[in-house]
C-alpha cells in the first residue's frame, strides 16, 4: 500500500476524463478505513469538460539530483564557463540549489543543461582553435 502525504486533496470525480491518471483521483480510491477525515474537492465545481487545475499526474518522471559530479568530472576551463552559463540560465539561486541537491532537476532542465553544456564545449573548442590560428609561428613574449 502506498502511503500518501498527510493533508493530500483528494478527488472523488469519477466523472473527469483524466481521473484514471490523476494522483487526486487515485488517492481518494486507495483510501484505507483508518482515515479517519480527508481533504476533498467539491465535484460540482467540474463539469468533466474542461481541463482541471488540479490535475497531477501518475506518471512517473525521472529527476537528477544534484550536479557536483559533472562539474567536477569537467576540466576546470570548460566547468567554470558552464557554471556561468547554468547561473545565467536558471538564475544563481535555482542553480546552486542543483548544485546542491536541494531541488530536482526535471527533464526539460536536463535538457535545457544538456544543450548549455554542448554551447559551451564548442564554443571553447571554437576559441581554442581561433587562439591557436592566431598564435601559431608568431612570437611570444613573456611579461
Same mark, same amino acid.
Given at each position: 500500500?502506498?502511503? @500518501?502525504?498527510?493533508? =493530500?486533496?483528494?478527488? @472523488? ?9 490523476? *494522483?487526486? @483521483?487515485? +488517492? =481518494? ?7 479517519? =477525515? ?8 467540474? &463539469?468533466?469538460? #474542461? ?5 497531477? &499526474? %501518475? ?14 568530472? *569537467?576540466?576546470? &576551463?570548460? +566547468? ?5 552559463? *547554468? ?7 535555482? =542553480?546552486? !540549489?542543483?548544485? !546542491?541537491? #536541494? ?9 535545457? &543543461? ?7 564545449? %564548442? *564554443?571553447?573548442?571554437?576559441? /581554442? /582553435? ?10 611570444? %613574449?613573456?611579461?
Amino acid at each position: 500500500m502506498i502511503t @500518501q502525504p498527510e493533508r =493530500y486533496l483528494m478527488c @472523488q470525480n469519477t466523472a473527469c476524463s483524466q481521473a484514471k491518471n490523476c *494522483l487526486h @483521483q487515485i +488517492a =481518494y480510491e486507495n483510501l484505507d478505513q483508518y482515515t479517519e =477525515y480527508v481533504e476533498v474537492l467539491n465535484p460540482k465545481l467540474f &463539469s468533466g469538460t #474542461e481541463k482541471c487545475k488540479y490535475f497531477k &499526474s %501518475s506518471v512517473k518522471v525521472k529527476v537528477a539530483w544534484g550536479i557536483k559530479n559533472l562539474l567536477t568530472s *569537467l576540466p576546470y &576551463s570548460i +566547468a567554470k564557463e558552464m557554471r556561468k552559463m *547554468l547561473i545565467s540560465h536558471f538564475t544563481k539561486a535555482k =542553480y546552486y !540549489r542543483f548544485y !546542491r541537491g #536541494e531541488l530536482p532537476i526535471y527533464p526539460a532542465d536536463q535538457k535545457s &543543461s544538456k544543450m548549455l553544456s554542448k554551447n559551451t564545449i %564548442s *564554443l571553447l573548442n571554437q576559441n /581554442t /582553435t581561433d587562439f591557436q590560428k592566431n598564435t601559431i609561428g608568431k612570437k611570444v %613574449s613573456s611579461v
